[in-house]
């Protein structure tokens, strides 16, 4: 029995790659379409009483400013930006020395496949690439993290008697 991948559309038999979410069941033409449902099933399948943005049709553009601590060549940069722009769903990739931004679109590529593509990169690259890629990632994901926190002021100021 034929179904559709949520993720890519694609027609595929119904036993592949499947998988049971809120008790539906779900199959995937691969891996890939199957892990990017499971980083983020909301966006494929919706909420209760929502359409999800896929069955919208809509985009979910994400954008990654990594910064360096040390400048790519124009070699190296050519070579990660190739790569970058070979996977499904990144939209553009801007080089700039010690700066990499990557846009890409949220129900195409999950945070995890980029992150991936940066290690096998950076092995392509040698001299450390790895880890400095790695590093600029998870630095990323601290300053998204660190510029989440709010801090709140109290509307009333209390005065001891001193």
């Not at 049709?57 to 601590?69: D, E, F, P, T, Y």
């Not at 700039?96 to 392509?124: F, M, N, P, W």
Request: glycine letters at 10%; charged letters at 20%.
């Amino acid at each position: 029995m034929l179904t559709k991948d949520v993720v890519c559309g694609m027609q595929i038999e119904s036993g592949s790659n499947q998988i049971v979410y809120l008790g539906v069941s779900h199959a995937f033409c691969s891996k890939q379409c199957q892990e990017r449902f499971l980083a983020n099933p909301h966006l494929y399948v919706g909420m209760p009483g929502q359409k999800a943005p896929k069955q919208q049709g809509v985009s979910v553009i994400k954008q990654r400013h990594l910064r360096l601590a040390q400048a790519l060549s124009p070699d190296q940069g050519r070579a990660l930006g190739d790569a970058l722009q070979a996977m499904m769903g990144i939209q553009s990739v801007s080089i700039d020395g010690d700066s990499v931004v990557i846009t890409y679109d949220l129900l195409q590529a999950t945070a995890e496949q980029v992150e991936e593509k940066l290690a096998e990169i950076g092995v392509q690259l040698g001299e450390g690439w790895t880890e400095r890629l790695r590093r600029a990632f998870v630095h990323y994901e601290e300053e998204c993290e660190i510029g989440n926190l709010k801090v709140h002021q109290s509307k009333y100021v209390h005065r001891h008697p001193g």
